[in-house]
Every structure is written in C-alpha cells, then in structure tokens.
C-alpha cells in the first residue's frame, strides 16, 4: 500500500474582510507547525491542537486572546475537537478567561467521560488542569439588557474564528475549531463551534471538518456532519463542500466558509463569503495561504 502522505489545512475566519500580512504569516508558522508534528509521526488530533493553539495566542483572531466580547463586555468562548478513529470529541462552551480553549476541548475529550462542558463550570475546570490565563482586560461600561436585546444583530459579520483538519500517517483525520463568536452577541449566546456535527466533524470513514461563518446558520443545517454524509456518498470533498454551501445558502440565508478533508488527502477549501483567510500545506514546497479560494 502506499504510504500516506499528512497533511493540515488551518483557516482563520470567513466573512468580508481581506487577510491581513500578519494574519498571512501567522496562519503559514501554524501550518508549518501542525505540519512537522504529522511529518515526525505526531496524530492528526495532536497537530490541529498545536495549530489552534498558535492561531489562539497570536491575538490576530478572533479565538483565545483575540476573542471578541459579548455585549456586556465579556469574553464567552467556544471551541470543539474531534478524532476520526473512535469519534471521539470534546468540546467548551462560554469558557472564559483562558488563552487556549482548544486545549480545555481535548482535556474535556481525553480526561472526562463527556463531551460538552459549558460556562463557569467549564472555566473551572480549565483553570484546574491549569491552562493558561488571559492577561485581565479593562470592563467596559454595562448596558441594560433591553439595550443590549437592541444592539444585538442578526447576521454577524465580524468572524475571525480559527480551526484546523489534518490527515497522519496512521490515515486518521481530525477537525477543531475555536471563537470569541460573533458580532454584537447576547451574553450566553453559543454558536456552531462547539456543536459536534455543526462546526465540527472528523470520521474515518469519510472525512474531517472544520467551519467558520454565521453560527446561527450553521447549526440549522448541521453543515459539518452534512458535509461527511455526503463525502460517505461518494461525492469529492469539493462537490461536498459546495452541495452543502449552497444548501446553507438557499434554506436559511447563511454565510459560511469550510475546510474539508478526506482519509486519502483530498481537499477542499470553500466558502459563500467573499473573503475566507485560509491555507494548507503538505510538505511540498511553501504552505499556500489566500482569503478566496
Ligand atoms: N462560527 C462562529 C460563531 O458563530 C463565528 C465565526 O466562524 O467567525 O460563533
């Protein structure tokens, strides 16, 4: 058989923006990082966590030091992960305080019999397994919740979220993701990235995924495990990606940007916004970062 070739794709939001210099050369260290550990043998899981993490404390994005706040000031964020072998996944949701919530996502994976930790409770349970913490941010003036219920917008378009999919040499795929969320969001409010099946999937058998877009969209068509269901037809990961897209599009008005990948190394990165900052790189050459794909 031939030996399988690793591969990472990272992105780092998509929406109407452009990729800033520092964005681009952020997203190619990660990629090269992520790269290396599938080059020495490192699990695909291992290499989308180390690329997140990169992405997290750059403060470039919106995830871990760059995250965005909510509308009372506060920075709730949500991050998910997940292997192709054992579908084993792991995800927070509204952890706060932390540089790394992809990590506190495959602790909650690796360390505890659930799935989802959410809140306080998953802030706690970060800061016990000791992750890093956020530099303490100035608190902004509080608005009324009626203000707040105004202010709050339907269709954000300030992403900046970060996520990854990578392939190893033991043909195992993975997905993560990570967010501060969206624009102008109601304290409490969670979206697609911590929901396995909506901003996340990875499973041997058909592929792995990694979304960035409107939350709220994504959910409603459980776009990344819709994603794999169609790979599991038989359709390229870019026929799947676009399907998929397109549905988001037509059903419920949504914006959204993927990453795709197969257990034989085909790719797709896709995207209905106009703008989506994202790469991958397989060894060969440079890693290959653009905002239109
Ligand atoms: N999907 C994220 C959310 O809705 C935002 C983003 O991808 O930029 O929370």
Redesign the pocket.
């Known amino acids: 058989m031939k030996p399988i070739r690793p591969i990472i794709l990272a992105h780092g939001?998509a929406g109407s923006r452009t990729i800033t210099s520092s964005q681009a050369a952020c997203l190619r260290g990660a990629l090269q990082v992520g790269y290396h550990l599938l080059d020495r043998g490192s699990s695909a899981l291992v290499a989308v966590e180390q690329t997140i993490r990169i992405l997290e404390r750059s403060g470039l994005f919106?995830a871990g030091n760059g995250a965005h706040r909510q509308l009372d000031g506060v920075r709730r964020m949500?991050a998910s992960i997940m292997e192709g072998e054992r579908l084993r996944a792991g995800a927070v949701a509204s952890i706060e305080g932390i540089v790394h919530p992809i990590t506190a996502a495959l602790l909650v994976m690796e360390e505890t019999a659930h799935v989802l930790l959410v809140g306080p409770l998953a802030t706690k349970f970060a800061k016990y397994h000791r992750i890093e913490l956020q530099k303490r941010q100035p608190t902004r003036g509080r608005l009324s919740y009626g203000s707040m219920l105004k202010q709050m917008t339907t269709k954000g378009d300030r992403?900046?979220?970060v996520g990854a999919v990578a392939l190893d040499r033991s043909g195992t795929v993975a997905a993560g993701a990570s967010?501060g969320?969206?624009d102008r969001m109601l304290p409490g409010r969670v979206?697609?990235?911590p929901i396995i099946g909506c901003?996340v999937y990875a499973d041997n058998e058909t592929g792995a995924v990694s979304?960035?877009?409107?939350?709220e969209s994504?959910m409603r068509v459980a776009v990344a495990k819709t994603i794999c269901d169609r790979l599991g037809q038989g359709k390229t990961a870019g026929t799947a990606a676009r399907w998929v897209l397109q549905k988001l599009v037509t059903r419920v008005n949504g914006s959204a940007g993927t990453l795709v990948l197969t257990p034989r190394g085909q790719f797709a990165i896709s995207h209905v916004t106009s703008h989506m900052a994202a790469g991958w790189w397989d060894g060969k050459g440079k890693p290959t970062v653009r905002d239109q794909f």
Do not use: F, L, R, V
């Open positions: 939001g919106n949500d992403h900046g979220t967010t969320g969206i979206g697609d990235t901003g979304m960035t877009g409107w939350g994504i």
